[in-house]
């Protein structure tokens, strides 16, 4: 056990210093967890989650240092649960992420906001830098930049193609020009793609998406202020009228070519739910924000389900309102990334909500009770044992339990969706509410 946290140093202003948002001081180490239900056989891996757990008063969510929070399932039994500090050389020694003369430090890093696994690496992820790779026991190895060839920041929400098993990513964040650079690995790792784009300014471009012939870029009206910058602590990005919002599409086959732009109502996405090809169209589907961050780097306005078809002949963009609900990190069963998949389930308001992409319809799951909600986190899709579609495998997740102050990881039967969990993993610790993660099968 290790405790590098001081916990009285946080207050209870900010809405990510109390309740479950708040940090946890304990790296713990714990064998043979107890479960309530039964693990399903199938199910033999890690499920690894990446969120902010700050040692030391943080300005905004989005800046406390990155904990993995990892249960190893093996057998039909969980076999440990961990987290972990990602160990990042600023983690160690504190250092600016700008050089003096205005270039990143790209190894300073937070890496605070993903985790994923490629060509037998797993990466911590944060876009403002390299990602660092950790090992299947949650310890950092140190920063990887693809031997060499990577000389950018990565994406927190790189794409794999479950057909060519490529990993596509862009990186941001240079002050001065290339603002965005688009870069493509093979499925051996190989960094083979370093093509830069051209944008007006430098935006906060948190996520994009991949089709099976296109590269999707969202160019979006938060503009980085030198301003906000300037006076330290908040996110240095505000919302600009003036800026627009548009689309860039550009073919996978042809990398270097031309990227064509699609202007679209002002909005915001941080996170896409997926993205696919139909005849002479283009399909994109994400959580949407009508505006943020006008004035502060708050969370003031609520984000809903749309869908973007973009008529590649035509050029024109019908937009379009799924649902009303608000919701967030959208999720659908990776094999099914850049196709047409028929589910995304994201999480609302002490639940998760499956929407049926085809027909419109939604089904919620939601946990705890009504005076004791249960506080979900982002669910990940796994494949079962039966036929390969959507409804043979599981939905897991972090469930913070408000009754006892502890988390469980759950395990919800994609077959049942609205049915009780399979499985209840009690953890030793609450998990504190944070990003995204991803199932690593052996």
Request: proline share 6%; net charge negative; with cysteine.
């Amino acid at each position: 056990m290790t405790d590098t946290t001081d916990s009285t140093l946080f207050g209870t202003g900010q809405f990510f210093e109390k309740g479950n948002y708040a940090p946890v001081a304990d790296e713990l180490s714990e064998e043979d967890l107890p479960v309530e239900g039964a693990i399903p056989a199938e199910l033999n891996g890690w499920y690894l989650r990446n969120g902010p757990n700050p040692r030391q008063p943080t300005a905004h969510w989005f800046t406390g240092d990155g904990m993995i929070h990892g249960v190893r399932i093996e057998g039909g039994r969980a076999a440990w649960y961990r987290n972990r500090w990602v160990r990042t050389e600023s983690f160690i020694e504190d250092f600016p992420v700008y050089n003096a003369d205005g270039t990143r430090n790209l190894r300073s890093s937070v890496a605070n906001t993903h985790i994923v696994n490629h060509a037998g690496k797993t990466l911590a992820l944060v876009e403002s830098s390299l990602p660092y790779e950790i090992s299947n026991d949650l310890e950092t190895l140190g920063a990887y930049d693809f031997g060499g060839k990577l000389v950018d920041s990565m994406t927190a929400h790189p794409k794999i193609c479950p057909t060519t098993g490529e990993l596509h990513f862009f990186g941001y964040g240079n002050i001065f020009q290339p603002h965005v650079t688009y870069h493509r690995a093979g499925a051996d790792g190989e960094l083979t793609i370093n093509r830069p784009l051209e944008v007006p300014a430098l935006t906060m471009m948190h996520d994009f998406a991949l089709t099976a012939n296109h590269v999707v870029f969202m160019d979006l009206p938060i503009v980085f202020s030198l301003e906000v910058a300037m006076s330290g602590g908040d996110m240095p990005y505000r919302w600009d009228d003036g800026y627009g919002a548009r689309l860039g599409v550009l073919r996978r086959d042809d990398p270097y070519g031309e990227v064509r732009w699609f202007d679209i109502d002002p909005c915001y996405v941080f996170h896409v739910a997926n993205a696919y090809d139909v005849g002479n169209s283009l399909v994109l589907q994400a959580v949407r924000y009508p505006e943020l961050w006008r004035d502060t780097s708050g969370f003031e306005a609520d984000g809903v389900l749309w869908s973007w078809t973009i008529d590649l002949q035509t050029g024109e963009v019908d937009e379009r309102q799924l649902d009303d609900r608000a919701v967030e990190f959208p999720r659908i069963d990776d094999r099914l990334a850049t196709l047409p998949a028929r589910y995304t389930v994201s999480v609302g308001d002490a639940n998760w909500v499956r929407y049926d992409l085809g027909t419109g319809d939604a089904v919620e799951h939601r946990f705890g009770s009504v005076d004791a909600p249960g506080g979900p986190g982002e669910a990940v899709f796994v494949p079962g044992a039966g036929p390969a579609d959507e409804s043979s495998g599981y939905y897991l997740g972090y469930v913070y339990d408000p009754t006892r102050d502890g988390s469980d990881l759950v395990i919800v039967d994609a077959s049942d969706f609205a049915g009780d969990p399979v499985v209840r993993i009690k953890l030793p610790q609450r998990v504190p509410y944070g990003f995204h993660g991803n199932w690593i099968a052996d």
